[in-house]
């Protein structure tokens, strides 16, 4: 069977650097007469104003990932969906049962999702407001920047950080509402186009979306009905939304310790699914090194899934995760891996 063929997103990355480039050079040029005259006055007045333009554009990001999440939660209620958490950086507001709890937790990679638990599912689920919102909460605050910059023109330093927060809410819902995968990941508006046109990959959505919510209010994935995940036949082929749950599949038959259900799926997951994100094909790798070992298989297989990538995720990342979460014994035996490979060489 010929394997599809990965999408990397290349072109996704450069949109992406272009318009961050364009709105560097907006800022810039918005901005080059405070700097121009600061940098005739003293160095260090031309040094203060650079950094104040930096921590602007830190605010201004912030700010928008809110309004970005914020969009998503007010769409998705208008389309019928319950809140299940909000999260920005590791700050996170989860609903558990009819009571709001704020904890920490944080995901590599992601600065702030906001999840949603959809409605019965059906074909016509509604998924073009809910994907699109953030891309509007954008809009709205950098509308709201604009009429408030026009108001308090006269004072410099409030029009610095308006100038600055109305280029980046353009810019990221440039970003994240023109259809393309960034990296391997595919954006709101390619996910709100794509679940628009596919049954399959809708009800991949609909069933991460319902397991993300039940995660985030403690429950374990062996708790879950089965058959949310259930992967449908050759969609892993389709993209991250459809292989996703290929991976929750996995993780919940390791939950259950049923290793030879977990070996099974993962395995497929690696040789036939190109939508498998990065970050999902490493730590999928980990879990059947550590089935390898628990079913004694040869050294040399367990070698050769050893990448350099590999090693380098589990020392930085999937450490971390895996002691967070108690599961020490995978790390252990990740570890003896690594050592008997060590000794071979």
């Not at 364009?22 to 040029?29: D, E, N, P, Q, W």
């Not at 918005?30 to 605010?59: C, P, S």
């Not at 990065?278 to 059947?288: A, K």
Request: aromatic share 8%; net charge positive.
């Amino acid at each position: 069977m010929q394997k599809p063929k990965k999408q990397n997103g290349t072109a996704g990355r450069i949109v992406s650097l272009l318009l961050y480039m364009l709105a560097g050079a907006f800022i810039g040029g918005a901005h080059f007469g405070e700097i121009q005259i600061a940098g005739r006055l003293n160095i260090v007045k031309f040094f203060l104003i650079m950094l104040l333009i930096f921590v602007f554009v830190y605010l201004a990001i912030l700010l928008q990932i809110i309004a970005h999440e914020a969009g998503h939660l007010v769409f998705g209620k208008l389309s019928g969906y319950g809140f299940a958490s909000f999260r920005i950086g590791n700050l996170m507001l989860v609903k558990t049962g009819a009571r709001l709890r704020l904890k920490r937790f944080s995901v590599m990679g992601t600065g702030g999702p906001c999840l949603m638990t959809p409605p019965e599912y059906c074909e016509n689920m509604p998924v073009l407001l809910y994907n699109f919102g953030g891309c509007v909460g954008n809009l709205v605050l950098s509308a709201a920047a604009a009429a408030v910059g026009w108001v308090c023109g006269n004072a410099v330093i409030i029009t610095i950080f308006i100038r600055i927060l109305l280029i980046m809410g353009i810019v990221m819902a440039l970003q994240n509402g023109i259809p393309m995968r960034i990296g391997p990941i595919s954006n709101d508006g390619r996910n709100a186009l794509e679940l628009a046109r596919d049954g399959v990959a809708r009800w991949c959505f609909w069933a991460q979306l319902q397991i993300s919510g039940r995660l985030a209010a403690g429950m374990r994935l062996k708790e879950m009905p089965g058959e949310w995940f259930v992967m449908p036949e050759g969609s892993g082929r389709r993209s991250g939304i459809c292989a996703a749950i290929g991976v929750l599949a996995c993780n919940r038959a390791m939950d259950a310790m049923d290793f030879t259900s977990a070996a099974g799926i993962g395995h497929g997951l690696l040789e036939d699914a190109a939508g498998l994100l990065g970050l999902h094909r490493l730590m999928i790798t980990c879990d059947m090194i550590y089935c390898g070992l628990i079913f004694g298989e040869p050294q040399e297989k367990i070698e050769k899934m050893l990448s350099p990538e590999l090693v380098r995720f589990f020392k930085s990342v999937a450490q971390k995760i895996l002691l967070r979460f108690g599961h020490s014994m995978r790390m252990n035996c990740w570890q003896i891996a690594m050592i008997r490979r060590r000794k071979r060489s």
